[in-house]
């Protein structure tokens, strides 16, 4: 991970962009009909490629632009950083989609101030930093906090993608799409679409 | 502390008190001794509608206001407020001030109310003081109760704080320390709020006792103390407050 013009972006995987995140360039969005996606892994899934993933499929089918502000094991801290300065750069976008695997991923710096890296698990220290911020209500607060100030900053419809067992970020306000477990990409991006054609019958006559 | 209206975390809603905080009465009257200056000193902690320590919103010309946000230093603890470094910042520039600081909390908290404040209330300040905290603070919260708690080092030599154990919120601020999370937490805030802020000038500040922040801030040395003995005292407060018009000159 590191710091690029404010955003945080991805430093390994394919189909990066100049900020480090997997979609086009920001010159290249067309900002007047454009979706956020917001999260990390499952949203990125390097191991496929890109036309592949479900924010690429979606768009394709809703024939909209999209910007895919994840990174690979971000968490709430990398997820507040994207998308609290995308709102102060960029125009609203139409729908937002959150989607968090490891919600609770917490970033690191090296001693050069110069990276910032996600946790390594092998160190026994870091697997005891995460009980205890589990258990001091630190990721509760951190969640709570977040949650209010996403629902603060955007006004436009959101979509969660839920999955079994991964913590959800949003509780309140939002529309939450469960996944099942084993569902592909292209499942995702029809269930996301079809959610998507109910919200905008309704809001149109 | 708890989240009011505006959605902002608050503390001590609509209350005027004698003590508060580390400024305690236990204290006070262990630290009395003769022909001390804070014998007769009387204090009224006045917490507005949204628990923070200065006017309601509705009486701030919010034409002509600046914003300070910190944490007990900024508040004012053991201090009047007319010897705040807020208050008399904003006399010197003839304008109204709101004070976000809350005392005990981080940059969780600072980073929440004063990006909650910018997007909620569309009048902008015209300046912006951040008072960087100690970056090892945290809020907590149980999902059964109202109240935030905020934890920091000194939560570590208490016995019990609610539920949680004292043990692990201290080694839980070791290992954050240790492993670089709370230097990674404390870049991403910088940078959050540089840029959520930018187009209003921000002047920052923290005391030299503390891990440094960036090039740009201020700092005040340790000086005089307030009735608390443990906070800035009243020439403190002057020095920061011409510390801030200096650098706004």
């Given at each position: 991970m590191q710091l690029i013009d404010g955003f945080i972006g991805n430093t390994a995987g394919d189909d990066l962009n100049k900020l480090g995140h997997r979609c086009k360039d920001t010159e290249l969005i067309n900002f007047h009909n454009y979706f956020l996606v917001a999260g990390d892994n499952l949203s990125l899934s390097f191991h496929i490629p890109l036309e592949n993933t479900y924010p690429y499929l979606l768009a394709q089918k809703l024939k909209m632009s999209y910007y895919n502000l994840s990174v690979f094991n971000g968490g709430m801290d990398v997820c507040k950083n994207n998308i609290l300065v995308w709102h102060k750069r960029f125009k609203m976008p139409k729908f937002i989609i959150i989607d968090f695997t490891f919600l609770n991923a917490l970033v690191h710096y090296d001693l050069t101030k110069q990276k910032l890296f996600g946790s390594n698990f092998d160190d026994e220290n870091i697997k005891e930093l995460y009980d205890?911020?589990?258990?001091?209500?630190?990721?509760?607060?951190?969640?709570?906090?977040?949650?209010?100030?996403?629902?603060?900053?955007?006004?436009?419809?959101?979509?969660?993608?839920?999955?079994?067992?991964?913590?959800?970020?949003?509780?309140?306000?939002?529309?939450?799409?469960?996944?099942?477990?084993?569902?592909?990409?292209?499942?995702?991006?029809?269930?996301?679409?079809r959610e998507n054609q109910v919200l905008t019958s309704k809001v149109r006559p | 502390m708890i989240l009011g209206k505006l959605d902002l975390i608050g503390s001590r809603h609509n209350q005027t008190l004698q003590f508060t905080g580390s400024d305690t009465k236990q204290l006070f009257n262990l630290n009395k001794r003769?022909?001390?200056?804070?014998?007769?000193?009387?204090?009224?902690?006045?917490?507005?509608?949204?628990?923070?320590?200065?006017?309601?919103?509705?009486?701030?010309?919010?034409?002509?206001?600046?914003?300070?946000?910190?944490?007990s230093n900024t508040e004012g603890i053991g201090l009047k407020l007319e010897h705040t470094y807020p208050y008399l910042v904003s006399k010197k520039l003839s304008c109204d001030y709101y004070n976000l600081a809350i005392g005990s909390t981080g940059l969780d908290v600072l980073e929440y109310n004063l990006l909650t404040w910018l997007q909620?209330?569309?009048?902008?300040?015209?300046?912006?003081?951040?008072q960087w905290p100690d970056h090892s603070r945290f809020l907590s919260k149980n999902p059964n109760y109202e109240s935030f708690i905020p934890f920091g080092r000194w939560s570590a030599s208490s016995t019990t704080i609610g539920k949680f154990s004292t043990y692990t919120i201290g080694r839980f601020i070791v290992n954050s320390e240790t492993s670089l999370h709370n230097l990674a937490r404390k870049a991403l805030t910088e940078n959050i709020l540089f840029q959520l802020i930018a187009g209003i000038p921000v002047i920052t500040l923290q005391q030299s006792n503390l891990q440094y922040y960036h090039d740009k801030t201020l700092f005040w040395p340790n000086g005089d103390l307030a009735r608390d003995l443990i906070h800035p005292g009243i020439k403190s407060h002057e020095y920061i407050a011409n510390l801030i018009l200096e650098n706004i000159r």
């Open positions: 205890q911020a589990d258990h001091n209500g630190y990721f509760y607060c951190k969640k709570l906090l977040l949650e209010k100030l996403i629902i603060n900053y955007y006004n436009c419809p959101i979509y969660q993608l839920k999955q079994n067992n991964t913590l959800a970020l949003l509780d309140n306000g939002i529309k939450n799409i469960l996944i099942e477990d084993n569902m592909s990409h292209v499942e995702i991006g029809d269930l996301l679409f | 003769k022909d001390w200056f804070f014998n007769d000193y009387d204090i009224s902690y006045s917490y507005n509608d949204l628990g923070h320590r200065c006017k309601d919103i509705n009486n701030i010309d919010l034409s002509n206001y600046i914003m300070f946000t910190g944490c909620k209330v569309d009048s902008k300040p015209k300046l912006v003081i951040i």
